[in-house]
Structures are given as structure tokens and as C-alpha cells.
């Protein structure tokens, strides 16, 4: 049990992605651009089905890529901002200049070389749980895709 009481807010919007082995990973992200509308604080969990080796694919993230997927944001809200749109406006600005599909990046190889960090990686077991900021840069990657 917690002592957060009072303090404690329901989760308002879940969201269930998998990756199966042989399809294509969930690209470079972090998950506040999916969330859209979620506050900052916002934790993400992400739970493996199974085992996952080291080259079985799983979530990846970004060395310290919890300050760039911040900084990102940041970058782009002042940019809207500046520009004049509306509060509603630049809370979606993130979303509307990702690839059409939301992501930062479909290669990580080529995002980590441009960033200047390395990817991260570990096996998981069953019942392992990986909580992360909604602004840690990851990805769900299929076996070896990196």
C-alpha cells in the first residue's frame, strides 16, 4: 500500500502495444507522444509476456534518452509557442512534426549515431516490469534488429 491517498489519479488512457518476433519493432519514441494529452509525471511500464534473451528483442532505451525526449518537447512547445499558436495547438505540435507515425526515428542505429548515445539492452524474465518516464526515448525491437 502506498501513502499517496488522496493524491492518487486513476489512469484516464492505457495503451497496449506488442511486438511479436518476426514483425517490424515499434520505432524510435517516447511515450508521452502517445499519450498526447498526459500529464509530465506520467510513469510507463512496460511488461515482457515471457522470457526475452538479449538478442530476443524487448524494450530498448536510449542512454539518458529520458533528457531528450524532454528536451525534444520542450523544444517544440517553445517553437509553437513563439509562433503563436494556441495552448491547444502546442500541446499537439510534438505529434505533427514526428514521422506520420508518431516516432522520432524508424532506424535506431542511424537515431543513436545522430544523437551521440548508445541504445541499451538486457534479457527480461517473466514477471520483470521496466517503469520508465513517459519522455525515455525507447523502442520495442524485433530479434536483433540492432
Known amino acids: 500500500?502506498?501513502?499517496?491517498?488522496?493524491?492518487?489519479?486513476g489512469i484516464r488512457r492505457?495503451?497496449?502495444r506488442n511486438n511479436t518476433s518476426g514483425k517490424k519493432a515499434i520505432?524510435?519514441?517516447?511515450?508521452?507522444?502517445f499519450l498526447r494529452y498526459g500529464e509530465d509525471t506520467s510513469v510507463t511500464a512496460w511488461?515482457?509476456?515471457g522470457d526475452v534473451a538479449t538478442d530476443g528483442g524487448g524494450s530498448t532505451h536510449l542512454e539518458n534518452g529520458h533528457?531528450?525526449?524532454?528536451?525534444?518537447?520542450?523544444?517544440?512547445?517553445?517553437?509553437?509557442?513563439?509562433?503563436?499558436?494556441?495552448?491547444?495547438?502546442?500541446?499537439?505540435?510534438?505529434?505533427?512534426?514526428m514521422?506520420?507515425?508518431?516516432l522520432l526515428a524508424d532506424g535506431p542505429k542511424e537515431f543513436g549515431r545522430q544523437v551521440g548515445r548508445q541504445w541499451?539492452?538486457?534479457?527480461?524474465?517473466?514477471?520483470?516490469?521496466?517503469?520508465?518516464?513517459?519522455?525515455t526515448v525507447s523502442l520495442q525491437r524485433a530479434k536483433r534488429q540492432l
Open 1 to 9: 500500500m502506498t501513502s499517496w491517498k488522496q493524491n492518487t489519479l
Open 14 to 16: 492505457t495503451l497496449l
Open 27 to 33: 520505432g524510435v519514441h517516447y511515450d508521452q507522444i
Open 47 to 49: 511488461v515482457p509476456m
Open 67 to 97: 533528457t531528450l525526449g524532454a528536451e525534444r518537447k520542450r523544444e517544440f512547445t517553445g517553437k509553437a509557442k513563439e509562433a503563436g499558436m494556441s495552448e491547444e495547438e502546442a500541446r499537439n505540435v510534438v505529434n505533427q512534426n
Open 99 to 102: 514521422m506520420s507515425s508518431g
Open 120 to 135: 541499451l539492452l538486457t534479457g527480461y524474465g517473466a514477471g520483470d516490469v521496466v517503469l520508465h518516464t513517459a519522455y
